[in-house]
């Protein structure tokens, strides 16, 4: 039998590899066209990538992508620029600019290889009319303290934008329009991936208002005219300007998880995949996954041990302590409370693009004697959670998963072992 720790760490790995842009972007490659192939792009993977693009690319091209910092990789023809995730900055703004203009004064004949993936939305804050970097800075570290869905976060986000929400493609008609995406939000919706810069959305002001007001967040006085007045009003579906724009999504949380289960059929243990879009406070979820892992070891149901159950999504936290986040800790640990020293019960949480929060760590696993440790080190379980600080509970154990970059993101992943 494999050791369990060594187990959920392959199957996390089998999860990464399976969103990698060299296994996933040559399938969907586009023909060549008769004018010129520019390549743009934003996210945490777009520079990965960039770089298989140009590897299996037949013909010239050029472009400009921005990726988080320290995720960048060389690439011959392609511009890399890095910026700040997840809170945007300046070299952010001026990257975004830069995409603008690389795309100006295309022609029918022209083709534009759109790379897309997660975290592109704080990588291209350009700022709608009257509000500035500051107030968007601003925004966004309301929204991450609110507990709002990833959703929530993004439709604001576009309609306090000047790139998103199909701006960008609309920037670059007439010209053909390829998005090629990764996906790292749960139901996979494009409009959701980084804010949506070159596809249509479905949402309006009057929601991105509403959701500011359900979480009690205050809008600087450019950002609140900007949705009242409807200025900040994106590309809907149907409008002819992106009538030339084909959009695929060529990794998703779903595979990733596939991917994990088979590593798990290989060592002779039953997957359990309970979904890929799993949402809701992250101490909340933690609880649930730790139930029905107890409920495997006393009834055998919904699968009889071995097993391991498998989820993605994203999930959120409230933050009201000091702590150092990230949210797959947070739940990691609530489930570790829940399970309460449960036997045979292991687990793994992390972020697929290594960082969980704001943290360059990935997530963390936990063990039967994970409390029993702690609680011999004088570290109250209860107390680190309530103070919001998985990260210091599982670094004082040992237990943190450091990948470094991954250079790729389908989102959190999760795994409860119970053998």
């Known amino acids: 039998m494999t050791e369990p720790r060594d187990l959920l760490t392959r199957m996390f790995h089998a999860a990464v590899r399976a969103a990698q842009p060299e296994h996933c972007i040559p399938a969907f490659l586009p023909k060549p066209p008769k004018g010129r192939t520019l390549v743009i792009g934003a996210g ?80 291209l804050p350009i700022p709608g009319p009257g509000v500035t970097l500051a107030d968007k800075q601003a925004i966004n570290r309301a929204l991450l303290k609110s507990g709002a869905t990833i959703s929530e976060m993004n439709c604001v986000r576009r309609h306090l934008s000047g790139i998103k929400g199909g701006r960008l493609a609309a920037a670059c008609a007439p010209a053909r329009v390829v998005n090629l995406l990764i996906s790292d939000v749960p139901g996979d919706a494009p409009s959701d991936i980084a804010s949506g810069p ?27 005219v900007l949705l009242e007045s409807g200025q900040g009003e994106t590309l809907k579906p149907g409008d002819k300007v992106l009538s030339r724009v084909e959009t695929h999504l060529i990794a998703t949380p779903q595979m990733a998880l596939e991917a994990a289960a088979e590593v798990a059929r290989e060592a002779g243990i039953t997957p359990v995949l309970l979904g890929d879009r799993i949402e809701g406070e992250a101490r909340d979820v933690g609880k649930v996954l730790a139930g029905i892992a107890l409920q495997v070891r006393a009834h055998n149901q919904p699968a009889a041990a071995p097993c391991v159950l498998l989820s993605g999504g994203e999930t959120t936290v409230t933050v009201r302590g000091q702590g150092r986040g990230g949210r797959n800790v947070e739940c990691l640990l609530s489930s570790a409370i829940a399970l309460d020293g449960a036997k045979d019960v292991y687990g793994l949480a992390g972020d697929t693009d290594g960082v969980d929060g704001q943290e360059e760590i990935a997530g963390a696993l936990i063990t039967p004697d994970t409390l029993a440790r702690a609680w011999q080190a004088g570290m109250p379980p209860r107390q680190f959670l309530d103070n919001n600080d998985g990260h210091g509970f599982f670094e004082a154990l040992g237990n943190s998963l450091v990948t470094g970059p991954t250079l790729t993101n389908v989102n959190d992943f999760r795994a409860l072992l119970i053998l």
């Open 44 to 123: 945490k993977a777009s520079a990965a990538m960039a770089q298989a693009l140009e590897k299996h690319w037949a013909g010239p091209l050029s472009g400009v992508v921005v990726t988080r910092y320290g995720y960048a990789v060389p690439c011959r023809h392609i511009e890399i620029i890095e910026a700040a995730h997840p809170v945007p900055d300046e070299a952010g703004e001026r990257a975004a600019k830069r995409l603008f203009e690389a795309v100006r004064g295309l022609g029918a004949d022209d083709l534009v290889i759109c790379l897309i993936s997660g975290g592109g939305s704080s990588l």
């Open 198 to 224: 070159t596809v249509a959305d479905p949402t309006h002001c009057s929601d991105a208002l509403e959701i500011v007001q359900r979480y009690g967040i205050t809008l600087p006085a450019g950002a609140r």
